[in-house]
């Protein structure tokens, strides 16, 4: 089955190809440039450049992948959570071409998304992981713990209390004055630093057993040390490097503290931070330690991209999930994990 993945949620604008979960095409254009000199993304900008965007990002996604138009048998798009006019943008766009073309549509929740994108086939990932799984998505909005019970039955069972682990690394950098958006930066940043590992700033695990997160006591420690301590050469190598390593102890234990606590085997990992390779570094080993595997996609394939869209809305289309017309935006994550109720199916 050919299917289009349409991605708008933040200021990535991104259009895919799969064919039964084989990876045909997948372009990005991001207007994180214009955004850069404000030290976050502006939603009206972002809109704006999506709808600038799209056409082009689809033809060039159409002529990678080698088919036309009239070949997808399905879209699928985000519809939350994201920037509402983001998502729009996608939305609309998908709806009219699915009107266009006579196609099914199917709208679907970024977050599962991103965990969900370790089950599209590439040269270098033959097979995903089985359920039940414990998943991790640790993005610039989001540092949620689940666990995956089935394609349709996402439990949430931690999640970050204030900021999330990238918006901490984004927020970092700003206050060290190295532009948005901080991932990158703090781990280059954070690789030059070859000294003694000298400072030592908190680790939020909160109670006992929860696997809830909070990096904002973090943040607040990074600043007063940056304020304190005298600016030398090798000053933001070391905070970058000290900050890093208190992020990742956290989001490594408590994830794995999951996989002990419902007896689960197997981790699947995404969003944005996941490109960290001290990140992957480190979860790897320790898992393989307790003899839990691993699965983290492709660089790429972390940050937002049209593929996850796809793979995702066409593995629930195949088990019978439909959107229809009156479907829309879903800013903020849904009800029901926000007050830890039930699990949530993932289609919106
Ligand atoms: O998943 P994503 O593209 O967008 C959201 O859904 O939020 O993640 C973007 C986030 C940003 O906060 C960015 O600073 C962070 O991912 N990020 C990184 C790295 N690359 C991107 N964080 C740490 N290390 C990186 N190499
Ligand atoms: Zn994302």
Redesign the pocket.
């Known amino acids: 089955m050919i299917t289009l993945g349409i991605e708008t949620?933040?200021?990535?604008t991104s259009c895919a190809i799969i064919d039964d979960s084989r990876l045909l095409s997948n372009k990005v254009s991001s207007s994180v440039h214009l955004h850069s000199k404000y030290g976050g993304v502006v939603p009206e900008i972002a809109s704006r450049c999506h709808i600038e965007y799209i056409d082009g990002v689809l033809k060039e996604a159409l002529k990678e992948a080698k088919i036309r138009l009239n070949d997808i048998e399905l879209i699928a798009l985000t519809c939350g959570p994201?920037l509402c006019g983001s998502l729009l943008t996608g939305i609309s766009y998908a709806k009219a071409l699915s009107f266009a073309l006579s196609k099914p549509f199917i709208g679907v929740n970024?977050?599962i998304a991103?965990m969900h994108s370790n089950f599209i086939k590439t040269d270098a990932a033959a097979r995903g992981p089985h359920y039940p799984y414990i998943g991790l998505?640790?993005?610039?909005?989001?540092t949620n713990i689940y666990k995956a019970a089935a394609l349709d039955e996402y439990e949430l069972i931690g999640c970050s209390q204030d900021d999330?682990?990238?918006?901490a690394?984004?927020k970092v950098?700003k206050i060290m004055g190295l532009g948005?958006?901080?991932?990158?930066v703090?781990?280059r940043r954070a690789d030059a630093f070859r000294g003694k590992d000298d400072i030592h700033f908190p680790r939020a695990y909160l109670e006992k057993d929860s696997f809830d997160f909070s990096f904002s006591g973090l943040k607040t420690a990074v600043l007063y040390y940056y304020k304190k301590h005298k600016r030398s050469k090798t000053l933001i190598d070391k905070i970058s490097y000290a900050f890093?390593e208190a992020v990742f102890d956290v989001v490594r234990d408590k994830t794995i503290a999951a996989c002990r606590k419902f007896g689960i085997r197997e981790i699947a990992v995404?969003?944005?931070?996941?490109?960290?390779?001290?990140?992957r570094e480190t979860l790897l080993s320790q898992a393989r330690e307790k003899n839990i595997d691993v699965f983290i996609p492709d660089?790429s394939l972390?940050?937002?991209?049209g593929a996850m869209i796809a793979c995702f809305g066409e593995d629930l289309f195949k088990k019978g999930k439909r959107s229809d017309v009156l479907l829309t935006a879903e800013p903020n994550m849904p009800a029901c994990w926000q007050e830890r109720r039930s699990s949530y199916a993932g289609v919106l």
Not at 164 to 167: F, R, S
């Open positions: 949620s933040c200021d990535e994201g970024h977050i991103h998505v640790i993005s610039g909005g989001h999330a682990a990238g918006e690394f984004d950098a948005y958006p901080g991932g990158p703090i781990e890093q995404g969003g944005g931070v996941a490109c960290n390779s001290r990140f660089k972390c940050l937002d991209n």
